[in-house]
């Protein structure tokens, strides 16, 4: 896959985790009456067809994590989709591979919680079936890969590592 298509992809990653973010997971921490009723819905919506409580009631980790999304994440966001839009930023690099080990990091909990929790059907019904897990595996499974992906693209793409030939004969030749 080319360096580019690679760019585009994580435009859009970023690009739309910017009103996820806004309108959806911070639901969690931030009082009610900060969202209007059809962002509530929409949010009840979810936990309710996907079996996802932890979106309406989250535990204090799950919690954690969206602060954090919060605080370190969304900021990042349209930064990302800047660099990614406009293609080759090697600035990006080291922001980028930090953001994805965070990220990635925090999935792995996450799914896990998922796949082997017995999640109670009160308050808010979580998944019971392997069916209904595999199904909400897949709604997080795309903030595991695509940060993935980003990372080995960040630590071996010739385009953002900084590193060079060139870049070696200099440090040599400065020693001598």
């Known amino acids: 896959m080319s360096v580019r298509v690679l760019e585009i992809l994580f435009f859009f990653y970023f690009a739309s985790h910017i009103p996820i973010t806004l ?16 962002l509530r819905d929409l949010l ?3 936990a309710e067809e996907f079996k996802d409580p932890m979106v309406l009631d989250p535990p204090v980790w ?6 954090c999304e919060a605080l370190l ?3 990042f966001f349209p930064v990302a989709a ?5 293609g080759g930023c090697k600035w990006i690099r080291t922001p980028a591979i930090v953001y994805s080990t965070h990220v990635a990091t925090t999935l792995v909990p996450i799914l896990a919680h998922i796949l082997l929790y017995q999640f109670p059907m009160k308050p808010h019904p979580g998944p019971q079936t392997l ?9 997080y499974l795309p903030y595991l890969l695509v ?20 870049g070696h004969k200099s440090a040599k030749s400065k020693k001598n």
Not at 82 to 86: E, G, M, P, Q, V
Request: proline share 8%; no cysteine.
């Open 62 to 67: 799950f919690r954690s994590f969206i602060f």
């Open 73 to 75: 994440q969304t900021p």
């Open 44 to 46: 009840k919506w979810y």
């Open 131 to 139: 069916q209904e897990r595999w199904l909400l595996v897949s709604i």
């Open 23 to 38: 309108f959806i997971d911070l639901q969690a921490l931030l009082p009610g009456h900060v969202y209007p009723q059809p």
């Open 147 to 166: 940060p993935m992906l980003l990372l080995i693209t960040m630590l071996l793409s010739s385009t953002y590592n900084s590193t060079s030939k060139s």
């Open 82 to 86: 800047y660099a990614f839009l406009k």
